[in-house]
């Protein structure tokens, strides 16, 4: 049980590192593309106040929760093989 349980807090930690560093990276993508929009189309008004404001709909956003599953896979996964190995 003590394997386990070390195995699921390394496994939290290097997760915990993947969803911040995959979140980073996404938000920042979608920050760029809002600036390239602004550039070629929009070209008026307050660009940091377009760029605030898209970023706060793409908090929002499915694909925003959908990096969530950076943990949920993994769990369900590891659980699945455990349940397998033992119960079967």
Do not use: C, H
């Amino acid at each position: 049980m003590a394997a386990l349980a070390r195995l699921l807090l390394m496994l939290f930690v290097v997760l915990t590192v993947v969803y911040v560093s995959l979140s980073l990276y996404s938000r920042s993508v979608r920050r760029g593309k809002l600036e390239q929009e602004w550039d070629e189309d929009v070209q008026d008004g307050d660009r940091e106040a377009f760029v605030r404001e898209g970023l706060q709909d793409y908090d929002q956003s499915l694909r925003r929760k959908l990096i969530l599953g950076v943990y949920i896979v993994p769990l369900l996964l590891i659980g699945t093989i455990i349940y397998l190995t033992n119960f079967r």
